[in-house]
Structure formats: structure tokens, C-alpha cells
């Protein structure tokens, strides 16, 4: 039984050569030359050849591989493209050597890895005395300041889009909140302003009235808040007459018990001066 692309992608992953042969088949379908630009050396070749194409992940890798060229581009396949330039760095192809210049892995240049290469570079000097060829490879990268700004401008779009769905829920959420003497005013606004042929979207028409409504309960609540500031004044103005009038009575309630005091003192004095001529008469 073949094993299928899921199954044979799900062991043990390819070698780098292996990488480069799946990338390489599928430029010109050649497989001897492809093995040899994957670094499989002629002798063995042929012998590589027929062991690359029988390993089962290979297979698998190659038709991955042929039907993710094949799919459609996508706004998703334009930003993860950009994303590789933007995240691209020096280290991605090569590693420190060990006078610790930069060496040039050609190994890891993969065709994922080869994206946001701008230009390869080979330059080979033979010397004029020994005959010995010497080859420089070097590199550009593409300009990374121009994906970031490429790639700022898609997911301020994507945020945007976002942005707009969120808004058209929190829009529904703010109509279904509205009491209904409040719908009834919007839909009063909403339909006075198609009458008129302008401002009629409906979520411009809802700012602006939810925005009204704010103004117009602000209002109302300073409103509020002066008429309780005049009431809080006039219960203070009634406290003070009535403090007033409370003194008022103490006064006379005084006076009222002196009198009654002095009142009492004359009748005792009378009593006594009754009895004192009664005595006399007697």
C-alpha cells in the first residue's frame, strides 16, 4: 500500500538536499538535472535520482509543493509574502564562520527562504600564476522598509475592515438599547433625513442622534441640577424663617411664663392680703 502525502509528510522531515531536489523538479521536471543543482554529485546521481523519487515524503512534498504554486493568490498569500520580506534578516542565509566573518549557506537559500532575496551575486577570480579560481557569493535583500510600509497599509485595511464589522454590531447593539421613545425619534430622524436625499446611512444617522440624545440628556441634567441647586436654596431660605420664627416663640413663650409667674405672685399676694382682713374683721 502507497503511503499518502499526509501520511509520508508526518515522519521524519527531508534533508536540506531533499528540500532543494522538491524545489528543483518542478522548474523544468528534469530529474537528473535536478538532482545535480541540488548538489547530488553525477557519479551518483542517476543512483540518488531513483532513490529521491521513490521516498514516499518526497513524493508528497513534490505535490504539496505543486499545489500550493498552483492555488490562487489571495489577499492572506500577498501578506504572508510580504511578511517574508518584512522578516527577512542576513541570518536566515547565513552563518558566522569561524574568523567570524559571514559565510553564505546556499543550503538554507529554499524557496520560501529565496523570496525576499532581490539579487544573487557570484563573483569568481581565477589567479594568474597558480590558475586556482576563487568564487565570492554575495547577496541583496529586497527593501525592507518598503514591505513594512506595504505590509502597515494591508493590515491597517484589514483593521479597518475590522473596525467596520465591529462597528455595524456595536450600531445594532446601540438600536436595541434604545428605549422606545428613543427609537421612535431615530426612526423620525432617520426618515426626515431620506426625505431630504442626504445623510441617510444609517449608521451616520445613528451617531448623529445618539450624539444628540447625549446633548440633550446632558441638558437636561444640568437643568436638573439648577433646579435642585434653587430648591436646595429655597429650603434653606424656609430653614432660616422658620429658625426665625422658632425664636419668635421662645420670646413669647418667655414672656408668657413671666407673666404667668408674675400673674401667680399677685394672686398669692392677694390670698395673703384676704386673709390678713379677714383676720382683722374677725
Do not use: C
Request: glycine share 6%; no cysteine.
Amino acid at each position: 500500500m502507497s503511503a499518502s502525502p499526509s501520511d509520508a509528510l508526518s515522519g521524519k522531515p527531508l534533508t536540506p538536499r531533499q528540500q532543494r531536489f522538491v524545489q528543483e523538479i518542478l522548474v523544468d521536471g528534469v530529474v537528473a538535472a535536478a538532482a545535480r543543482r541540488a548538489g547530488y554529485s553525477a557519479k551518483s546521481s542517476l543512483f540518488s535520482n531513483n532513490q529521491v523519487m521513490k521516498n514516499p515524503r518526497v513524493l508528497a512534498a513534490i505535490e504539496a509543493e505543486r499545489a500550493r504554486r498552483a492555488a490562487p493568490w489571495t489577499r492572506e498569500t500577498a501578506t504572508r509574502a510580504l511578511r517574508q520580506i518584512a522578516e527577512a534578516n542576513v541570518l536566515d542565509y547565513a552563518r558566522p564562520g569561524a574568523d567570524g566573518s559571514l559565510e553564505l549557506d546556499l543550503w538554507r537559500l529554499e524557496r520560501d527562504r529565496a523570496g525576499p532575496v532581490k539579487a544573487l551575486n557570484v563573483v569568481e577570480k581565477t589567479d594568474p600564476v597558480s590558475g586556482a579560481v576563487t568564487r565570492t557569493v554575495g547577496f541583496t535583500l529586497a527593501d525592507r522598509a518598503s514591505a513594512l510600509m506595504k505590509l502597515a497599509s494591508v493590515l491597517e485595511s484589514e483593521e479597518g475592515g475590522r473596525a467596520e464589522r465591529r462597528g455595524w454590531v456595536q450600531g445594532a447593539e446601540a438600536v436595541a438599547a434604545l428605549t422606545p421613545a428613543q427609537l421612535g425619534r431615530f426612526q423620525a430622524l432617520w426618515a426626515k433625513r431620506r426625505r431630504r436625499g442626504k445623510g441617510a446611512a444609517i449608521d451616520v444617522t445613528l451617531r448623529d442622534f445618539l450624539g444628540e440624545e447625549a446633548l440633550h440628556q446632558r441638558r437636561e441634567l444640568a437643568a436638573a441640577e439648577v433646579a435642585l441647586s434653587a430648591r436646595e436654596k429655597a429650603m434653606e431660605r424656609a430653614e432660616y424663617v422658620l429658625q426665625e420664627s422658632w425664636g419668635d416663640l421662645e420670646f413669647h413663650r418667655q414672656r408668657v411664663d413671666d407673666q404667668s409667674d408674675a400673674l401667680h405672685e399677685r394672686s398669692q399676694a392677694l390670698a395673703r392680703a384676704e386673709a390678713a382682713l379677714k383676720a382683722r374683721g374677725g
